[in-house]
Structures are given as structure tokens and as C-alpha cells.
């Protein structure tokens, strides 16, 4: 119940295109939602969050949809650029100073 | 968001031996966290590290394994001790900001184990 499942693993897009990658949970007390993005040998860095009360949040290209209904959610990434590829993880949260639990991460790659 | 810096970023050690890992940030947060990404997967939280008392490690992980010291507000050691191949991994530390649920990683510590 703690977990949070990604897919897809991997993903290949043409510039331009419109990579989205999805998440999914079971535990209803998950509350927040940060996507992380990291780079070969960077620590990740949080791209962009959401909160269980709205169900779209945008940040620059990058777009979280959010089905509470469901419990998924996921990441959009408008006119992607070779400069995204990267990896990206989802994750959840249900109180703050609380553990981050992680998805498998999804290894993008933004061809030219 | 906070500045965090980690040392060593790499370091090629030993079996049997110990690492330190040092997580400095440039102001004070309520909350640090240490994290393990073994190569090529997620993170997994190892311990929350708890200012002027022992650190909760989560289930898998023990503190004669990876003693934890956090002696003020700004800064944290993770220690990997006895160390196997197995320990072989990225150490990241994070901190989250007061109020809010936002967490902020290092850079990390990519440690190899021969």
C-alpha cells in the first residue's frame, strides 16, 4: 500500500513531442505529489508538485495531471527538447517530515 | 530551496572498511533526510536524521550499519560501515523546508565498494 507505481520504465520522443509519464497509488493519505528530474551523476531535483485538491498544475513545459478518483497521476512535458532527457521519478508524501516514497523512475531520452 | 553540498562526491573504498559522508546545507531546516539509489534504480529512504537525538532508520536498515550523527540544524553525517560490494551506491542527503513538504537533495556520494 506504500507503494507508488511508474511507467513506462522508458520513453523515446522526437523533439517537440509530448513525453507523459504516469504514476499510480493506493494509500488515499498520500497528500503531496513532487516529480523529481535527475541527470547522470546529479542528485534529483524537484520539478514540480501537486497537491490532492487540484487536478492540474503547470510549471513552465511541464504539466501534472491529477485523478484523485483514480489515484494516479502524471507528468506532461510540452515541446520537449534534447535538453530533457534525463531520468524522472514520481513521488508521494502524506505528512510533512515524512518519507518520500519513490516510483521506479523513467529514463527519458529527447531525440533531435 | 536550500544550497546542499555533500562530501566526498566519490570515493573507491575497501571491504571491511568505513565511509563518512558529510551533508552540509546553507540554512537551517527542520528536517534531513538520507537516501540510497543503488545503481540505475529509485531512492529508498535509509534514516530521518534527527537533530540532538538517535536518527529513525527505516525497516532494512540499522544504525550499526550506518550510524547517523546530525548535530545542529545545518548539517548531518551518514558513516557506511564494514562496508560489501553490496553497499556499492549513491548516498544522497535532502532536507525538507520548514512548512512545506518540499525536499531539496544533494549532489550525492557515489561510493564503490571493492
Known amino acids: 500500500q506504500q507503494q507508488v507505481k511508474q511507467s513506462p520504465q522508458s520513453l523515446i520522443v522526437q523533439k517537440g513531442g509530448i513525453p507523459i509519464i504516469n504514476c499510480a497509488y493506493e494509500n488515499t493519505a498520500f497528500d503531496y505529489f513532487p516529480w523529481y528530474q535527475q541527470f547522470p551523476g546529479k542528485g534529483p531535483a524537484l520539478l514540480i508538485a501537486i497537491r490532492p485538491d487540484v487536478s492540474e498544475k503547470k510549471e513552465g513545459r511541464f504539466t501534472i495531471s491529477f485523478n484523485k478518483s483514480a489515484k494516479q497521476f502524471s507528468l506532461h512535458i510540452m515541446d520537449s527538447q534534447p535538453g530533457d532527457s534525463a531520468t524522472y521519478f514520481c513521488?508521494?508524501?502524506?505528512?510533512?517530515?515524512?518519507?518520500?516514497?519513490f516510483g521506479q523512475g523513467t529514463e527519458l531520452s529527447v531525440k533531435p | 530551496s536550500a544550497v546542499i553540498s555533500q562530501k566526498p562526491s566519490r570515493d573507491i573504498c575497501q571491504r571491511g572498511t568505513s565511509l563518512t559522508i558529510q551533508c552540509q546545507v546553507d540554512s537551517q531546516v527542520t528536517m534531513m533526510f538520507w537516501y540510497r539509489q543503488q545503481p540505475g534504480q529509485s531512492l529508498t529512504l535509509i534514516a530521518t536524521a534527527n537533530q540532538g537525538s538517535e536518527a529513525t532508520y527505516e525497516s532494512g536498515f540499522v544504525i550499526d550499519k550506518f550510524p547517523i550523527s546530525r548535530p545542529n540544524l545545518t548539517f548531518s553525517t551518514l558513516t557506511v560501515s564494514n562496508m560489501s560490494p553490496e553497499d556499492s551506491s549513491i548516498y544522497l542527503c535532502s532536507v525538507e523546508m520548514q512548512g512545506t513538504y518540499e525536499q531539496y537533495f544533494g549532489p550525492g556520494t557515489r561510493l564503490t565498494v571493492t
Open positions: 513521488a508521494a508524501n502524506y505528512n510533512q517530515g515524512g518519507k518520500l516514497i
